[in-house]
């Protein structure tokens, strides 16, 4: 049984008194730097339970409409990159591309056969052009030539009508002489010899005026004939000169060509286009993964018809997942992209690691389908909340969290992550940055 030493007036000694003093004084002073340590630990950290899981839900619709032969995924089935998903019945594209390469093959000789053109055209044309220019100075030639006989045609006219005047004064003065003889030869004044001469000379100047009547006659036909010859040789420069003109065309008609070829060459290549269209529409029909993931939301089945654009079913990637935490503007004063965030999953009661990728360019009101407007003078002041992207640590477990999750996110603003770079303009993550 202990005793304890007691005054006579039965208080404790002094010194008891001193220590139960002085212990009293340091819980006391231990209870306030707990405090003081604590508040410093609160100071420099923010929480928010606003905040959930985020992922890429990409949606698969087909390109083209076609009806599903098949279905290769089940619901949240894990898929991998380019895995095939369904098919759509590829057979109308088949068809499709069959009728594309026949019009290429009938493009491509058409362009052939225009591009062989060319040279015949230019041949052509160059020969054609030569013949003409020689015809034409032929036909000047001839025309020239017709027109020196006409010419000659109408002094021989000229000659013969001066003989038949000079004919027939020599015949009537050979006739009248012959009467007078006959006279004096029926007197017997002149001799029988003398008459028969003048009578021979009569006949003769008859018949020299015949013969220059007829020479007329001749000439007038050597000159109708020779102006006939002049039309005609005019007509025929007249149509080397419209060949002449129609042979000039032949750089034209080159130029036709080439613009022909030209033509088929693009047609040529408006069918490749459409063949490959084609050749990409047939790949249309085979639906794959974009990525890997899960599948979710799947409502395609056999067998039926789906249009362009009709979602079908959607790929979350959930390897590639991060958190969004929407903080009070008042909680950002501090925080900073790279700070070390502790992220609660509520459905497993697990924490995870991460780090501030970067904070909202506008409160989620902004971007709301009905923004606030405080200028209607129903104005109350309201704390808004700006969304913070925070990215999961690499190395975790984070294959079992799933978009949609609800999270509580811890940023401690005083620990800045020294493995993340930020950019200085931009006060975000440098672009690709990531932890090791």
């Known amino acids: 049984m202990s005793t304890s030493l007691v005054t006579p007036s039965g208080e404790p000694p002094a010194g008891d008194n001193r220590r139960r003093r002085n212990l009293i004084i340091a819980a006391v002073m231990v209870i306030v730097l707990l405090g003081f340590g604590f508040w410093l630990y609160q100071l420099h950290k923010e929480s928010t339970d606003d905040a959930q899981v985020e992922g890429h839900l990409q949606s698969i619709a087909p390109r083209v409409a076609g009806t599903v032969i098949e279905v290769d995924v089940l619901e949240n089935q894990i898929v991998h990159r380019g895995q095939v998903l369904f098919r759509l019945d590829p057979r109308p594209f088949q068809d499709a591309l069959r009728q594309s390469q026949a019009l ?15 040279p015949v055209s230019q041949a052509t044309t160059g020969g054609g052009l030569s013949a003409a220019r020689a015809g034409l100075a032929t036909a000047r030639a001839n025309q020239l030539l017709a027109r020196q006989q006409l010419l000659t045609a109408r ?22 002489d012959r009467r007078r003889y006959a006279l004096l030869a029926k007197k017997q004044e002149i001799s029988r010899e003398r008459y028969d001469a003048v009578r021979t000379a009569a006949i003769a100047a008859a018949a020299q005026a015949r013969a220059a009547a007829a020479a007329v006659r001749a000439a007038r036909y050597g000159v109708a004939g020779a102006g006939a010859a002049v039309q005609a040789a005019a007509s025929r420069t007249a149509a080397a000169r419209a060949q002449v003109r129609a042979a000039s065309a032949g750089p034209q008609q080159v130029a036709m060509a080439h613009a022909a070829a030209a033509s088929a060459r693009a047609a040529v290549r408006a069918a490749q286009a459409a063949v490959a269209q084609a050749r990409l529409n047939l790949s249309y029909t085979v639906l794959r993964a974009p990525t890997a993931g899960r599948i979710g939301d799947k ?10 654009g009709q979602p079908v079913m959607a790929v979350i990637p959930v390897h590639n997942i991060w958190v969004t935490a929407n903080y009070k503007e008042t909680d950002l004063q501090n925080m900073r992209p790279g700070e070390k965030v502790s992220i609660h999953v509520d459905a497993f009661s697990q924490d995870f690691r991460g780090y501030v990728q970067s904070i909202g360019s506008a409160t989620g009101e902004k971007f709301s389908l009905m923004p606030p407007e405080n200028a209607t003078g129903n104005y109350v002041k309201v704390v808004q909340r700006v969304p913070v992207k925070i990215l999961f640590d690499p190395g975790q477990h984070i294959h079992r969290l799933r978009p949609g999750f609800s999270v509580e996110t811890t940023v401690y603003t005083n620990r800045m992550d020294p493995r993340v770079k930020i950019t200085a303009q931009t006060g975000a993550l440098a672009p690709g940055a990531s932890l090791p």
């Not at 290429?104 to 060319?118: F, P, W």
């Not at 000229?158 to 038949?164: D, F, G, I, P, T």
Request: aromatic content about 0%; overall charge positive.
């Open 299 to 308: 409502t395609v089945e056999l067998g039926e018809r789906l249009v362009v």
């Open 155 to 176: 002094a021989q006219l000229s000659s013969a009508l001066a003989n038949q005047v000079r004919a027939r004064a020599d015949a009537r003065k050979a006739a009248h």
């Open 104 to 118: 290429l093959a009938r493009a491509q000789a058409q362009a052939v056969g225009a591009h062989s053109n060319i």
